[in-house]
């Protein structure tokens, strides 16, 4: 039972928390520690016109976890900006992993809809 501050989310977290198994909190720290760690990679100074204009090669292991697919495909459209609308939808789609789906189900979920983002991105560059 949470004695906290009385913050609802913290609280509901912590209730979901209490609820998983030990392979459900990994995953959860997992996508938390990703979250954590492209929110500080946002504020670099790298020039605007370093960004590619189409995806990276980056080809897709044979086995992969969902954690690893979504940093594969962070790097693969440079271009995608991550900001808080694609972080949540990410996030969505990798919560899969929780309800049992499968790792190459989910990758291939984040992959049609990086592959989206950037077809929108395309669009609004004029391309």
Do not use: H
């Amino acid at each position: 039972m949470w004695m906290g501050n009385g913050d609802p989310e913290k609280r509901a977290l912590l209730d979901l928390w209490g609820e998983m198994d030990a392979g459900e909190r990994q995953t959860l720290m997992r996508l938390g520690r990703f979250l954590v760690s492209e929110r500080s990679r946002a504020g670099n100074d790298a020039p605007v016109d370093a960004c590619p204009e189409v995806p990276l090669d980056i080809p897709r292991p044979e086995v992969e976890s969902a954690v690893a697919g979504l940093k594969r495909l962070k790097r693969t459209y440079p271009m995608i900006e991550a900001d808080g609308a694609v972080l949540s939808e990410a996030s969505r789609i990798l919560m899969g992993k929780v309800t049992g789906s499968p790792d190459r189900e989910i990758i291939d979920r984040l992959e049609l809809f990086f592959d989206g983002c950037y077809q929108k991105w395309r669009t609004e560059q004029g391309g």
